[in-house]
């Protein structure tokens, strides 16, 4: 490989932020203590943490507000401490997020059938409105779904020769 000397010049966009005439934040340099009144204010007390809540690490501490409605639990728990434990720039952080998420609607169905209740998935997946709007995508679906399932048992029960 040839090592050329690059003319940083003739990239467009090169180093538009060098000019401080054009950077968005130079006039908030040249402020005056008349500017900066408005600026204090006394902090409102802080949300008391009376469960567990996962935050970033790249945050030293826990935001002012957090949701309480869904503390971390069971399986998906397990796998939400295991992604905060990595910095929210990586697959290691997103994935194993989303991957819970999955996991925890199958821990409420089956949280809801330990205490009796039947869910209705039609309903509560907004299958009507998808059935009004988009009727052949909601039969693809359905299809899928279907030959997905019917071959995964099939699979599972096929006898050994």
């Not at 005056?32 to 501490?61: A, C, F, T």
């Not at 609607?105 to 039947?118: A, F």
């Not at 998808?130 to 006898?159: C, H």
Request: no cysteine; charged share 25%.
């Amino acid at each position: 490989m040839e090592n050329k000397t690059i003319d940083y010049n003739q990239i467009k966009g090169w180093g538009i932020d060098a000019d401080p005439k054009n950077d968005p934040t130079y006039p908030m340099r040249k402020r005056s203590e008349d500017d900066h009144k408005g600026y204090s204010w006394e902090r409102p007390p802080l949300q008391p943490v009376n469960m567990e809540v996962l935050h970033s690490i790249e945050r030293p501490n826990i935001t002012a507000v957090f949701g309480t409605a869904m503390p971390p639990t069971g399986l998906s728990g397990k796998i939400r401490r295991y992604a905060f434990q990595y910095g929210e720039g990586s697959f290691a952080h997103w994935l194993p997020l989303i991957f819970a998420d999955r996991i925890n609607v199958v821990e409420g169905i089956i949280d809801d059938l330990k205490q009796g209740k039947l869910p209705n998935i039609w309903k509560e997946r907004g299958m009507k409105a998808q059935w009004k709007y988009d009727k052949a995508g909601t039969l693809k679906s359905i299809a899928v779904t279907a030959l997905i399932t019917t071959a995964a048992i099939a699979f599972l029960t096929r006898k050994k020769r």
